[in-house]
């Protein structure tokens, strides 16, 4: 039985994908490795920011992975203009082409 615990990050290495988090109500106690799913961007995880946490089974690393971030600081994306859409030709029908030139 899946459950789902929130908590903090306190540190993330983007060259294993991981974190360490600070789950709520555990203060001080760190879990360190926790995967962080892929589709969440590297430059999210910030220390501090709140997570949602999956564990498959208790609280098992091995079978945990962080899912969702929220509360932290909110990180430009380059590549997308709201008014204009993407800054790339991308796929067609990908929004209209933005000339940084």
Request: hydrophobic share 45%.
């Amino acid at each position: 039985m899946s459950i789902l615990y929130f908590g903090r990050i306190r540190g993330f290495d983007p060259a294993v994908y991981t974190a360490d988090v600070e789950i709520t109500g555990y203060v001080q106690s760190v879990l360190s490795g926790v995967p962080v799913a892929y589709h969440i961007r590297a430059d999210l995880p910030v220390d501090g920011t709140r997570c949602a946490i999956l564990f498959e089974d208790t609280l098992d690393l091995s079978r945990a992975v962080v899912v969702a971030l929220w509360g932290g600081p909110p990180a430009a994306d380059p590549a997308f203009d709201p008014l204009l859409g993407h800054r790339h030709t991308g796929l067609l029908n990908d929004g209209p082409f933005l000339n940084c030139e």
